[in-house]
């Protein structure tokens, strides 16, 4: 039973212990439940995977409505790799949540904390599950209205108003999103998939459509943080609760570039997108700009969840260079840089949830001398940074070798040059923590290492790290068969 | 209390048929325009007419906060549970038709349970809401 109902349990397990949690005295009991839940649907998303590894495609009708009519769940393989991707971090955030929540949120709302969290978990798995696009759109709202309420929990009253401004901007661009979804029903009349994707091209030269495509590549760009879109990022990374930092970073801009990635190749079609609309001209020197820019502006950061927030602006860059490429190599190394993003600022920002358990700030000049005091956090700090960086055995080093082959098949050295000047402003950027970590005298003679609660899931990440940089054979044949998939030739 | 005497009497008259109307529209929603979304709000406005004439504490004694927090997340439990009642007698989730004998009777119980949890979540949550905003600068 499980096995036919796989997709749906993902979202629904999560959705229906939101109100339990929420009910749930404050205390350790909440947590408990929330890990519950997130191991499960660990569990549940290595199983889709391993169905549909094969490139073969489940269908899943809701209410027993066939598809176009009724919502369906639609899982093919880079459905099914997002989902692990969000499920996964979910897992590897809740055992380091135990202590980092009790110390930054107040008792009284710890409860609706692990709500509003199963909620936003429900709504990332939800929109990774769907085959509806307004179906896709609720679930967008609801990760994104519980992200508001968790951003706006954390410590300092900053955070109120980063939330606001990520609130203004979510919602200008769910409006956005919601008016390309009507425009593409106005002139197809179906909201599936699918159905929209077979039913376009007799309708392709029509402006409403192009219409449509670029009110939904605008509103996900500002889900994405897309250079010129991104001013709400940094705030809302800076001055979230650490585990929310933690898991937004790691999946929340994720999940949206997996909506536009199939958005672009499922939906409208590489043909339109590329051949007609040209996106790849706007897509290009956006994202070149957005690596260079963000990663300069990340150099000058004295708040450190600042900086790494700039640096994620910087990373998205990445990740629509290869969208922008649109050929196999180039969506391989998106997929390759999505997964292994994740991967690097899950494992940097636990690092740094790690110094403001211990500390209690993530400024620079307080991390002075913490390579003594807390050696092992650090240590995670540098190997992630050296991830996020590209070097070799790690993880940044395959997504940046599959960009750069990208851009090799194409001829275009620009590229090349655009991402090796991203590394190395990398490389600036975290060697003032270094510097400061290691080289500088201490100020804190009373700071010790964080407890292992923290510490264990951190190096789990790190593991994780060097572990998908040596062996690519998952990540990388996975990434490649859903490239293949969305440029429609067999996976 | 002892001012706005037709406020009042007025809103005595008033709440227990705005009431019956919400009771109304909540369970004449699969016949007629309505259900759950619109029931809840209008049930809802009953109390937050009460709470405006006799004062907050006195509708907070009727309707305690954290009763309506437990509220909130029935009506949605409800939902989704006839979702995964609908699962454990063979359908998919929110498969109606298998609810009861006849896949006719099933559809008309589960819709009218699902817009039970609608109605009874948005109506707590309303009030949620008006507590919230109305109870601002009280210790």
Partial sequence: MIETHLSLLLVVIPLIAAPIVAILPNGRLPWLVTLLVSLSCLVLAIMQLWNVADGSIISYELGGWAPPWGIEYRIDVINAFVALLVAGVAAVTLPYALLSVEKEIPTKQISLFYSAFLLCLSGLLGITQTGDIFNLFVFLEISSLSSYALISLGKQRKALTAAYQYLFMGTIGATFILIGIGLAYAVTGTLNMADLAARLPEVEATRTLQTAFIFLLIGVAIKLAVFPLHLWLPNAYAYAPSVITIFLAATATKVAAYVLIRIIFTVFGASLAFQEMHIHWLLLPLASIAVISASLVAIFQYNIKRMLAYSSVAQIGYILLGIGIASATGLTASLLHLFNHALMKAALFMALGAVLYQVGSVALQDMAGLGRRMPWTMAAFVAGGLSLIGVPLTVGFISKLYLILAAFEQGWWWLIVVVAIGSLLAIVYIWRIVETAYFKPTSHSNVTEAPLSLLLPLWLIVIANFYFGIDTSLTVSVSESAANMLLGGKP | ?139
Avoid: C, W
């Avoid at chain 2, 005497?5 to 005595?12: C, P, Q, T, Y």
């Avoid at chain 2, 006799?54 to 997340?73: C, H, M, N, R």
């Avoid at chain 2, 949605?76 to 359908?91: H, K, Q």
């Avoid at chain 2, 349970?113 to 609608?118: A, F, P, R």
């Fill in chain 2, 1 to 139: 209390m002892k001012h706005n005497l037709i406020l009042r009497v007025v809103s005595k008259i008033l709440i227990p048929l705005i009431i019956l109307f919400g009771l109304y529209v909540q369970f004449h929603g699969d016949f007629g325009p309505g259900g759950g979304f619109q029931a809840g709000v209008i049930f809802s406005s009953a109390f937050i007419l009460y709470s405006l004439v006799f004062g907050l504490d006195t509708a907070e004694k009727i309707i305690p906060p954290p009763v309506l927090k437990v509220l909130a997340s029935l009506g949605v439990l409800l939902y989704a549970g006839t979702g995964v009642a609908s699962l454990l007698l063979g359908g998919n989730y929110l498969d109606y038709s298998v609810l009861a004998k006849t896949p006719l009777a099933g559809q008309h119980i589960g819709i009218i349970v699902i817009e039970l949890g609608v109605g009874i979540t948005v109506a707590a949550v309303m009030l949620i809401i008006f507590f919230a905003f109305a109870g601002r600068g009280r210790t």
